[in-house]
């Protein structure tokens, strides 16, 4: 790609994307275009056009899983047949919420709610233990707000608080007079809905405080636990759940826990409409088309869309996500194979490779703490493109074409959920894979000490064969290095080589290691975009990853003989094109852990001295930061 250098001196990421940024135009049904979400478009294409083949009968496959999933596909794209059968399905499912009259009515479907996937003010899950990792332990926080953050319900917000509070108002009050509900009891439900809300948000933590995992771990015996309130018996639902009582619970939100019982206590008929409209949200989409197009209007507007999905893509992302791993093992294997798998494992190893040498050669670390740093590289696990096995759970989903869509996901959900409880306090499967093999994505598990990265995001412009060792490293190099530097970012540092919530640093590296994230933390904090401002705490972690992946990819890029530093950092600059609506930049900047595209891009570039020299940067060119100002922590 031919680049003015010239133009590089002013902004990187606008001279290797400004002319795409001119002509790219964002699909109506997404809020953004660029590098991800390009792929994930092809991608997407390229399994509904294999769907249709399978859904159609013109191909068969020998495995039963893949077939359940296309049944659920097939059932999934029967608009026209739930149109004619009407909103029996999601009635049937109001009814149960309609004849609860107290707490003890709910205790009694409470158990079942949880394992449908249905409103509760508990939300529980199973992770590793965060401070015995070999073993699944049971973690316990609060359910999501109608807002996007707690942010969102500060008082600088009002107005856009207001403003969204009313769009989502709108559309319920839409969605229940399709349903039958009168306009008096609509408004009712709404405005019920909306004060058990209220009674949530401030004790909830906002993104920026949920980022911090060393405040995850608040473990607390049932009994505990149980005490947060007496207007539900939290103990009796643990036991159904789980089989027993745990010893403990792992509590991630404690000051939520401690407002529980005066959240709930004289509010039953609050959370009541709470819960019968949570149940209205999740399953409209599964009526027919314009319930769905009723039921995402509140989503469009947070992130500008203009359109829902089409009918097809749809049923598509509901087949696909609900048989996650089995979509995935398909992809991996017909359009990755196991030769680019190979050769990827290969890439991560050298990155691991160079990042042992740099931690070898750390000037600021004691030598206890950079042994203990390599021990936890030593133990990392890798996994690349595709499971080696699809978890059992997916032999037990079967799908009924004779019932409705609503019968089938609710019937799948149970089956997951059950899978998901009866892991408590078993052996943590290490290598199990959690993303699909199809997501354009990767992430490191601090509790599992590993790092994964699907086949999806194995391709140009991350990575290709056609590409130059040195794109491929500004490339994929950079993403496989930013996941191997979580294991060493402020949460990812708390967790030794098993995973464990386990503090392997030195008082003096620790505080060191610390003033070189403020540093990180003051880079980023408070640079305008979009209107609003970068939140240089909630966003740390992620730009620590970043500075080390690039770094370290930089470096590796450097031993090969064909390296190209211009080709590097162009290449760098090209994966994080986006083009997206002011909305969804917004949205972000409020409630996602990385900073901007734009500023990924540019910064981290600014950082490295290499940079400077590859393009001639000098002191009075807008890419010039002078050398104190730049941040190394890896």
Known sequence: MAVNNELIKDDLYEAVNGEWLKTAKIPDDKPATGGFNDLVDEIDKQLMDDFDTYADGREKAD??????????????????????????????????????????????????????????????????DMKNATVYALFASSPSLILPDKSYYAEGKKAQHDQLLQLWSSMVATLLDKLGYSKTEAAKLIDDAKKFDALLAPHVKSAEEAADYSKMYNPQSVAELAGSTDQLDIAAVIKQLVG??????????????????????????????????????????YLDDEMREINGRYNRALSGSKKPVSQRKFAYYLARDMFSQVAGDYYGKKYFGPQAKADVHYMVEQMIKVYKGRLTNNTWLSKATRDKAILKLDKLGIQV????????????????EEESLIANLN??????????????????????????????????????????FPAAILQAPFYSLKQSSSQNYGGIGAVIAHEISHAFDNNGSLFDEFGNLNNWWTDEDSAHFKQL???????????????????????????????????CALEAAKTEADFNAQEFFINWATIWRMKATEQYMQLLLSIDVHAPQKLRANIQAENLDDFYTAFEIKPGDKMYRAPEERVHIW
């Open 411 to 452: 019937q799948l959900t149970v089956i997951a959920n059950k899978e998901l409880f009866s892991r408590w306090n078993k052996p943590v499967d290490r290598m199990r894979w959690e993303m699909s093999a199809a997501t354009v994505n990767a992430y490191y598990h601090p509790f599992k000490n590993i790092i994964v």
């Open 517 to 551: 994230a403020q540093k990180m933390i003051k880079e980023f904090d408070g640079i305008p975009f979009a209107g609003q401002k970068v939140n240089g705490k909630l966003t740390v972690s992620e730009n620590i990853a970043d500075a080390g992946g690039l770094s």
């Open 244 to 285: 027993e009582e745990p010893e403990k619970v792992i509590v991630m939100e404690p000051e939520y826990f401690k407002a529980l019982n005066d959240i709930l206590k004289d509010n039953f008929a609050l959370f009541k409409s709470w819960a019968l409209i949570r149940v209205v949200r999740e399953n409209a989409s």
């Open 385 to 400: 493109g595709y499971p080696d096995k699809i978890p059992a759970l997916y032999d037990q989903f079967k799908v009924d």
């Open 63 to 128: 495995d039963s899983r893949f077939n359940e999933m296309i049944k659920l596909y097939r059932i999934a794209k029967k608009f026209d047949w739930r149109k004619k059968v009407g909103p029996q399905p999601l009635k049937r499912m109001l009814a149960s919420v309609e004849k609860l009259e107290s707490y003890a009515d709910y205790q009694t479907q409470w158990k079942n709610w949880i394992l449908s996937g249905m409103p509760s003010p508990i939300s529980f899950d199973i992770d590793a």
